[in-house]
C-alpha cells in the first residue's frame, strides 16, 4: 500500500518530474474507491426536494398555503423541479451506479407538461413490460419511484393534448405508480373519479388538490366526490373548488344524500368556492379529529349557506384559518361574520385576503382572542391617502386599512405579535433612504414605527423586518449611518438638503 502524498512532496518538486497524482505519471497513484453509500449521500443533497407542504410537529404550515406568499412559493418550486430534472440527466451519465440512483429524483417528483407526457407513459408501460415476478421488488421500476403527480400544467399552451388522450394516457398510468402520495388534477373535465378510488395508491394517497365539486350531484348517491374520498383514508390536505355562489339544492336533498367519511389524519382543508352542497354537508356531520387549518371562501348570509355552520361544527379544532376572496363576477359582499373569532376560540394565526374589506376585520378584532399573527393583502393608497393614513397625524382617517391599522395601535391585542403584509417587500436598502421613506415602503416603514411601540412586528410576505439604521442626529429620521453608503439627490449639494423626493424604489 502506498504511503500518503505530504504537502511538502506536492511543493517541492522538481520541476521535470511529474507530480505523483498527474495523468501524466509514469506510475500514478491510484486513489481508493469511494464508498457507495457516500455517494449515494451526496447525490441525495445535490438531488432531493423538499416536500410541497411542511407543518410543524404542532399543525403550523412552514410556508402560506395561500396569498400571493403561496404563489411565488408555486412559481419557485416548478423552477426548483426543472433544475432537478437537468441536474438528474447528467448525472445519469457518469456510470451505471448513478443512472439508478439519479433514476430516482428524476422520477419522484416529475414535472408533466403537453410535450413529456406521453414519453413519460411510455417510460413507465416499458418499464413495466420489462419486469416480472422474480425480481426483488413487486413493482416496475421507474414507476415505483413516482411519489408526486403535478397534472396542472397539461393544459397549457396550445398543444394540450384532446380529453380523451389525456384521459387514456392517464388510465395506463395510474395502475403502475403504487408509491403516489401525493396528486394535483388540472381543472376543467377530467378522467372518472372512480379510476382514483381503484389505483392502487388510494389507500395511502395524503396529498389532493384541485378536486371539483357540484351541488347537484344529478340524482347520484351518494356523491362522487363523497365516494372518492371514503376510499382515500390516508388523506392528510385536500383542496376542494365550488362553482361559487349558485343555486345549490336544498337542505331535504342534502339530508337525503349525506354520508359520513372517516378522515381520521385530515389536518388541512381548502375549500375554495364551495358555499354548499352534498360534500360539505357531509365534511359537516363527519368526525375530522385532527383538522389544524382551514382555508375557505366565506359565503355567509347567502341564501343555502354551509361554510358558516361548517365553521360552528369544527371551528374549536382549527389553530390557522384563511378567509379567500370571492371570484365570482360580479362580486357580492359575503364577509365572515363578525362572530368568526368566536367560531374560532383556539385559532392563533388568520389570514384575511380581502383587501377591499380590511374595515370588516377590525371589527371582528374588537372581541378577546388568542390570535398571535395576523397576514393581510398589501392595500394601495393614493398620495392623499398616505398623508392621511400617516400615523402622526392626530386624526387619520381613510381607507379600511388606516382604520385598521390605527385600532392596532389604539387598542393592541392582547396576544397578537406581528402582522404579515402579503404581496409586500421592503425595498432594498441600497436603493436610498429616499426609496425607503416614501412610497408604499416609506407607508409600510412608518406603520411598523408605531406598531412596534405596542410590540406587535410589522413583516413583509418573507416575514423580513423593516431595515434597521442608524438615526440622524436631531431629526428621527432612520439613515445608512451618515452620508457614507446614502445614494446622493440629483439635486443635492454638499451641505444643503434637497426638499424633493426620490422615486419610489419598490
Known amino acids: 500500500m502506498s504511503s500518503p502524498v505530504s504537502p511538502s512532496t506536492l511543493f517541492s518538486h522538481s520541476p521535470r518530474s511529474p507530480l505523483p497524482y498527474s495523468s501524466f505519471s509514469a506510475h500514478p497513484e491510484t486513489l481508493p474507491a469511494f464508498p457507495i453509500e457516500v455517494q449515494k449521500r451526496i447525490l441525495y443533497f445535490a ?4 416536500p410541497r407542504y411542511g ?15 403561496a404563489r411565488q412559493n408555486d412559481v419557485r418550486r416548478v423552477v426548483e423541479r426543472l433544475g432537478t430534472h437537468r441536474a438528474a440527466l447528467t448525472l445519469m451519465r457518469v456510470c451505471k451506479l448513478w443512472k439508478v440512483q439519479a433514476a430516482e429524483y428524476l422520477y419522484a417528483e416529475p414535472h408533466l407538461t403537453p410535450n413529456n407526457l406521453f414519453l413519460f407513459a411510455h417510460a413507465l408501460t416499458s418499464g413495466d413490460k420489462k419486469w416480472s415476478d422474480i425480481n426483488l421488488h413487486p413493482v416496475s421500476t421507474p414507476g415505483r419511484y413516482v411519489t408526486s403527480l403535478d397534472l396542472t400544467h397539461l393544459r397549457d399552451g396550445y ?3 384532446h380529453p380523451t388522450a389525456l384521459q387514456r394516457v392517464i388510465r395506463d398510468i395510474f395502475p403502475l405508480i403504487p408509491n403516489l402520495r401525493h396528486l394535483r388534477l388540472p381543472t376543467g373535465p377530467f378522467l372518472p373519479l372512480e379510476e382514483i378510488r381503484r389505483a392502487p ?3 395511502k394517497l395524503k396529498v389532493l388538490e384541485g378536486l371539483s365539486v357540484q351541488y347537484d350531484n344529478s340524482g347520484q348517491t351518494p356523491d362522487p366526490v363523497v365516494r372518492l374520498l371514503k376510499g382515500l383514508p390516508s388523506l392528510e390536505l385536500v383542496t376542494l373548488f365550488g362553482p361559487g355562489n349558485i343555486e345549490s339544492p336544498s337542505w331535504f336533498e342534502l339530508e337525503e344524500t349525506a354520508q359520513d367519511v372517516r378522515l381520521d389524519k385530515l389536518h388541512t382543508l381548502v375549500l375554495t368556492g364551495v358555499k354548499s352542497g352534498p360534500v360539505l354537508h357531509t365534511l359537516i356531520t363527519s368526525d375530522l379529529p385532527a383538522l389544524r387549518n382551514l382555508i375557505l371562501t366565506s359565503y355567509a348570509g347567502c341564501p343555502g349557506d354551509l361554510t358558516l355552520p361548517f365553521q360552528a361544527a369544527h371551528g374549536y379544532k382549527v389553530i390557522n384559518a384563511t378567509y379567500l376572496q370571492p371570484k365570482e363576477w360580479p362580486g357580492f359582499p359575503a364577509l365572515p361574520p363578525l362572530e368568526s373569532l368566536d367560531l374560532l376560540p383556539h385559532i392563533e394565526r388568520l389570514s384575511f385576503l380581502l383587501p377591499k374589506d380590511l374595515r370588516h376585520l377590525s371589527d371582528m378584532l374588537k372581541v378577546d382572542h388568542p390570535l398571535k399573527e395576523l397576514r393581510i393583502p ?9 398623508w392621511e393614513a400617516d400615523p402622526n397625524n392626530p386624526a387619520p382617517v381613510g381607507t ?3 382604520s385598521l391599522m390605527t ?3 389604539e387598542a393592541p391585542p392582547k396576544h397578537l405579535e406581528r402582522v404579515v403584509i402579503d404581496g409586500f417587500r421592503w425595498v432594498r436598502a441600497d436603493l436610498g433612504m429616499r426609496a425607503l421613506q416614501t412610497g408604499d415602503s416609506g407607508e409600510m416603514r412608518r406603520w411598523a414605527d408605531k406598531l412596534k411601540g405596542v410590540g406587535i412586528d410589522l413583516v413583509d410576505m418573507d416575514g423580513t ?5 442608524g438615526t440622524c442626529s436631531g431629526s428621527g429620521i432612520p439613515t445608512i449611518g451618515g452620508d457614507k453608503g446614502r445614494r446622493r439627490s440629483s439635486v443635492q449639494t454638499r451641505g444643503i438638503v434637497s426638499d424633493r423626493l426620490d422615486e419610489d424604489g419598490g
Open 400 to 402: 379600511g386599512a388606516t
Open 55 to 69: 407543518f410543524t410537529p404542532d399543525g403550523h404550515p412552514l410556508h402560506p398555503l395561500s396569498g400571493q406568499s
Open 201 to 203: 395508491f388510494a389507500r
Open 407 to 409: 385600532g392596532l395601535i
Open 159 to 161: 398543444e394540450t393534448p
Open 378 to 386: 398589501k392595500w394601495t393608497s393614493s398620495p392623499s391617502e398616505r
Open 47 to 50: 438531488l432531493v426536494t423538499h
Open 465 to 469: 423586518k423593516s431595515p434597521v439604521f
